[in-house]
């Protein structure tokens, strides 16, 4: 016959489904995502509630510029010419001076930065006076959110006790199943035994020798999905449980 599965008739028995539940409620992704926005909500009321108080913001700026515009004079180059800068009144003499020209560059980059750099600091003060019905809206708001987080995470509990709670109810089922299926399969090898003996001896027809195997192949049939059905159901607990699923 196949496989009886003995061991795992029994181990559903050993599992205790509020013992899986106290493990699972501290394992299950969707109960700690409540749990996290059960603290979000906690940190929402404490910022609504920080706008009652008094505001006191510092601030430090420091800035500065350039510009490839800017030139500095480095030197004067006489151009070799002659340049006419006047006359004297008595004898009409012209007064003259050699030409020459000033020679800049562009001044810099550290010494622009050095002049053009500018500071400031200051301080901000900001008193709520008048949106103080504002924030305890705000307030009601987030103890609002916060209370439903809290019932949100409840009914996400009760769901997954109740989860649980079905899913060892129909692991129990499927055990008692397999052991029926179990049951039928002896009963079903005796009779075909007792029946393939009288169809040697010609005591039955080969109609009824075949209606005993049949009836042997179908109570196999049987067993092997009741057996696959029980371990499907015992690998759902074992995922509530947390462990690694694995076919073996």
Same mark, same amino acid.
């Given at each position: 016959?196949?496989?009886?599965?003995?061991?795992?008739?029994?181990?559903?028995?050993?599992?205790?489904?509020?013992?899986?539940?106290?493990?699972?409620?501290?394992?299950?992704?969707?109960?700690?995502?409540?749990?996290?926005?059960?603290?979000?909500?906690?940190?929402?009321?404490?910022?609504?509630?920080?706008?009652?108080?008094?505001?006191?913001?510092?601030?430090?700026?420091?800035?500065?510029?350039?510009?490839?515009?800017?030139?500095?004079?480095?030197?004067?180059?006489?151009?070799?010419?002659?340049?006419?800068?006047?006359?004297?009144?008595?004898?009409?003499?012209?007064?003259?001076?050699?030409?020459?020209?000033?020679?800049?560059?562009?001044?810099?980059?550290?010494?622009?930065?050095?002049?053009?750099?500018?500071?400031?600091?200051?301080?901000?003060?900001?008193?709520?006076?008048?949106?103080?019905?504002?924030?305890?809206?705000?307030?009601?708001?987030?103890?609002?959110?916060?209370?439903?987080?809290?019932?949100?995470?409840?009914?996400?509990?009760?769901?997954?006790?109740?989860?649980?709670?079905?899913?060892?109810?129909?692991?129990?089922? =499927?055990?008692? &199943? #397999?052991?029926? @299926? *179990?049951?039928?399969?002896?009963?079903?090898?005796?009779?075909?035994? !007792?029946?393939? +003996?009288?169809?040697?001896?010609?005591?039955?027809?080969?109609?009824?020798?075949?209606? =005993?195997?049949? &009836? #042997?192949?179908? @109570? *196999?049939?049987?067993?092997?999905?009741?057996?696959?059905?029980?371990? !499907?159901?015992? +690998?759902?607990?074992?995922?509530?449980?947390?462990?690694?699923?694995?076919?073996?």
């Amino acid at each position: 016959m196949p496989e009886s599965l003995d061991y795992q008739l029994t181990d559903v028995d050993k599992r205790d489904p509020n013992a899986i539940y106290n493990q699972a409620v501290n394992e299950q992704p969707s109960i700690k995502s409540a749990e996290y926005e059960i603290q979000s909500a906690k940190k929402g009321i404490a910022i609504a509630k920080a706008n009652f108080y008094p505001r006191l913001s510092a601030f430090y700026d420091i800035r500065t510029n350039y510009s490839d515009a800017n030139e500095q004079v480095t030197g004067t180059e006489f151009t070799g010419g002659i340049d006419t800068v006047g006359f004297v009144r008595e004898s009409r003499e012209t007064v003259v001076r050699p030409s020459a020209r000033r020679v800049s560059e562009t001044t810099p980059l550290e010494t622009q930065v050095e002049r053009n750099l500018r500071q400031s600091v200051g301080l901000t003060l900001n008193i709520p006076i008048f949106n103080k019905w504002q924030t305890r809206t705000a307030v009601s708001k987030s103890r609002i959110d916060l209370a439903n987080s809290r019932m949100q995470l409840r009914q996400k509990k009760n769901q997954l006790e109740k989860d649980i709670y079905e899913a060892y109810t129909q692991a129990k089922a =499927a055990a008692q &199943q #397999l052991q029926s @299926a *179990k049951q039928s399969v002896q009963a079903s090898e005796k009779s075909f035994s !007792f029946a393939e +003996k009288r169809f040697e001896q010609g005591v039955i027809s080969s109609y009824e020798f075949t209606s =005993a195997k049949n &009836q #042997l192949n179908n @109570a *196999k049939t049987n067993f092997i999905q009741a057996k696959y059905d029980y371990i !499907f159901k015992l +690998k759902i607990l074992d995922y509530y449980q947390g462990k690694n699923i694995k076919l073996d």
